[in-house]
């Protein structure tokens, strides 16, 4: 069995309905608990940041799905608005909606870790891992529940008060039937 034939048999048998409804839920609470009660959590003094944060856009390594036999094209203009309140240097808590890329909405949540690859007075660029929930994906072709669990490697940079963010979402690992997508976010740091 190549590994990633392996990786979807795993998705399949330990993610399908009904298991994959209560392992969304708990694997945020876990997260979000372990994350309260973190000495790192503690340790730093940090001034909080909230941001404005604006979808913009999305990009598809494929630029269609199939549905009943008929392709349709992804939606790339995921317009959208949510706010990012960053409460460690080096941890934001994220939440919004935003057109998704089936033209449905979207309501996410989830937990931004960065770390700094460039920390400079004015600028930083932050890669990061982002691990949330999302709503929008429980009808075909996903039907992925009515929460769904969301994992995105992360790119920020920013300038002072405003700030631009790539995400990128290799779901082509789990299940060769999907397409990797990348989102782009422009922010601005709320006073």
Do not use: C
């Amino acid at each position: 069995m190549m590994f990633d034939e392996m990786l979807h048999w795993m998705y399949r048998k330990y993610l399908e309905f009904p298991y994959r409804q209560l392992l969304a839920p708990g694997l945020f609470l876990l997260v979000v608990i372990m994350l309260l009660f973190s000495p790192a959590v503690f340790a730093q003094e940090h001034k909080d940041k909230i941001w404005l944060d604006m979808t913009i856009t999305s990009w598809h390594e494929r630029d269609y799905y199939v549905l009943d036999g008929q392709r349709y094209k992804f939606n790339d203009q995921n317009f959208g608005l949510g706010l990012a309140w960053e409460f460690q240097k080096n941890m934001e808590l994220k939440g919004g909606f935003a057109n998704n890329s089936y033209d449905d909405l979207s309501l996410y949540v989830g937990l931004n870790f960065k770390m700094d690859l460039l920390d400079h007075p004015d600028w930083f660029i932050q890669p990061g891992i982002f691990a949330g929930l999302a709503t929008g994906y429980d009808e075909p072709p996903e039907d992925l529940g009515v929460i769904t669990p969301m994992g995105m490697l992360t790119l920020t940079g920013g300038y002072k008060k405003i700030r631009a963010t790539a995400g990128y979402v290799p779901t082509d690992l789990l299940d060769s039937n999907r397409t990797s997508f990348a989102v782009f976010q422009v922010s601005y740091l709320l006073p």
